[in-house]
């Protein structure tokens, strides 16, 4: 019975970080994560690394300008808040 527990136990903590790898985000920037929150849940854009890559070229992602990486760029001072009002008007976002 013990057993059988344990291995419950451990199929939930595996499902557990499944959802939890589904649900987010990872934003790689050097040697920081930072979690966005998807808004479905899939495997599309897991781990997104920002080194070598433009600001505005990730912002040209629908699904990681849905999640708010451009506030998250804004907050980093990566870029202003005039460039990602900008440049989220021109790829066709609208809060």
Known sequence: MKQRLKQYALIAAAAALLWFVLNNH????????HLLEK?????HDTFVSLNNKRPESIIQNDRLREAGIGDLLVELGT????EQSQWESKYGYDQ
């Not at 990872?26 to 994560?33: E, L, N, P, R, T």
């Not at 808004?39 to 495997?43: G, N, Q, R």
């Not at 870029?79 to 005039?82: K, L, R």
């Open 26 to 33: 990872f934003i790689i920037d050097g040697h920081k994560v």
């Open 39 to 43: 808004s479905t849940l899939d495997l």
């Open 79 to 82: 870029i202003t808040s005039e």
